[in-house]
């Protein structure tokens, strides 16, 4: 019984993160590479994710603060951040880094700043969610993804 | 002199692809492996195109003659990469007499026509766009895989030939010439499908 609703709390928690646009398809994409062998591909990509663009982050921090911004060194960096946030299906996040690379294309440094902070919060918000997802996913047990367990 | 390189070891009938991934990302690297293993490939996964050519034996630092190539079947490398770019690498692999026939996958997150085009021209397999997905990858081992098949019983033939081979570095010079090494090389590029129709956009 508890196992159920578990699972139902889940796959509701994974409903709307879908439907508030947080994620997209590729996060499909990754669910479908674990089995019974890699159960936690998924939290492992997305741990490794988040360890590994807080450096990106902070590059983007420190190129901000220059004067004048050097838009195309802003831009590669940002170009690899997008990546990385493709990769795990981060679609909020990935929006504003496309936001933020048309701001580099069109040199504007306000905008840049702006969607920047933006792209941070997006970022925030999504390691918040997914944590929680992740713990009761653990919790729950392996899930079946088509119907209900009998 | 090379006694391993007389003795036919078994090819993909026994054993498994074997992919060289190079991607500068930590967290595509991951999802490259890890699909190349659920399509049941041995990966080999470096962080640059000068890895991959140390990796090689193509960045010099070895003598090519009595080296012991590393065997390879696919090359899968990102096309953005700071220092060498995967059209770099990619240039970098043709030119090489032994790894020019190893088919090779560029991936990119950016949908540039001219891009794929440079890359399809200096003999990429494919162009994928990323985020690359499993389908993708299955579908290039699938036809590598059928490929190799073809290929494994003229590779004996020409292993036994590999010590009248000319060392890779003066291949170049060779390439108009008919050289004991191209006799067993697999059939035209009608075998392969046309590369351009085979775009995944």
Known sequence: MDKTHSR???????????????LDEQFIQLEELQDDANPNFVEEIVTLYYRDS?????????????NPLDFNKLDTIMHQFKGSSSSIGAKKVKAECTLFREYCRTRNGEGCRR???????????????????????????PQETAFPPK | ??????????????????????????????????????????????????????????????????????????????????????????????ESSVFREVPVVVMSSENILTRIDSCLEEGAEEFLLKPVKLSDVKRVTDFIMKGEGKKSVKKSHKRSRSDDCTPPSISTAFSSVSHPCDVSLPASPSTFHSKKSRLSI
Request: charged share 25%; proline share 1%.
């Open chain 1, 54 to 66: 807080s450096r990106l982050i902070s590059n983007l921090d420190h190129a901000l603060e220059r």
């Open chain 2, 1 to 94: 002199m090379s006694a391993v390189g007389d003795v036919f070891m078994p090819e993909v009938g026994a054993g498994k692809l074997h992919v060289l991934a190079v991607d500068d990302s930590h967290v595509d690297r991951k999802v490259i492996e890890r699909l190349l293993k659920i399509s049941s490939c041995k990966v080999t996964v470096v962080e640059s195109g000068s890895r991959a050519l140390q990796y090689l034996g193509l960045d010099g630092e070895k003598s090519s003659i009595g080296f012991d190539s590393v065997k390879v079947n696919l090359i899968m490398t990102d096309y953005s990469m700071p220092g060498m770019t995967g059209y770099e690498l990619l240039k970098k692999i043709k």
């Open chain 1, 115 to 141: 969607s920047f902070q933006q792209m941070k919060k997006e970022y925030a918000t999504l390691r918040k969610k997914l944590e929680t997802y992740f713990q009761l996913a653990r919790q729950a047990g």
């Open chain 1, 8 to 22: 139902r709390q889940v796959a509701a928690i994974k409903h709307s993160l879908f439907d508030q646009g947080y």
